[in-house]
């Protein structure tokens, strides 16, 4: 992902406002929300090309980040999912530090054990779940090795 594209961030108000302190503040106003710790995420649209960038809640694994892919229990996955699936190669921003990264579906031995670390910081994930048939996935997102060590934004 290059640093000189334009980032489309979510279009939904809530969101894009939670993006807009963040990115002001560098996390300083918006890392905690609700209580749970939020990460900035960007990915490629799957159609489109273009980077989207949103805010989630994360927990940690090791040193993997996890976010969930709820949608408030909506029957069909976020479209940022749809779009790691096609390209895992993202980006994370927590707080001020940018970082590249690969994401991929926690697999279905992990998914009970991440759900449990997820569940403990957003315990509504459990009420989602229960208003869906799908599975609610679990993503990890793991920060690439190969890349340098921190991309500043």
Known sequence: MLEAEEVIDSPRE?????????LATDGD?????????TLLLTTRGRRSQRLRRTALIFGRHNDDYLVVGSRGG?????LWIENLL??????????????????RVATPSEQPEFWQVMTKIWPAYDEYQK????????IVLSIAKDEAAVVQS
């Open 131 to 138: 208003k869906t048939e799908r599975q609610i996935p679990i």
């Open 74 to 78: 909506a029957p069909k996955h976020p």
């Open 14 to 22: 809530m969101v894009r406002a939670h993006l807009l302190k963040y």
């Open 86 to 103: 096609v390209d895992p190669k993202v980006i994370i921003q927590i707080r001020a530090s940018v970082f590249p990264a690969m994401a």
């Open 29 to 37: 106003e918006g890392f905690i929300w609700n209580g749970a710790p």
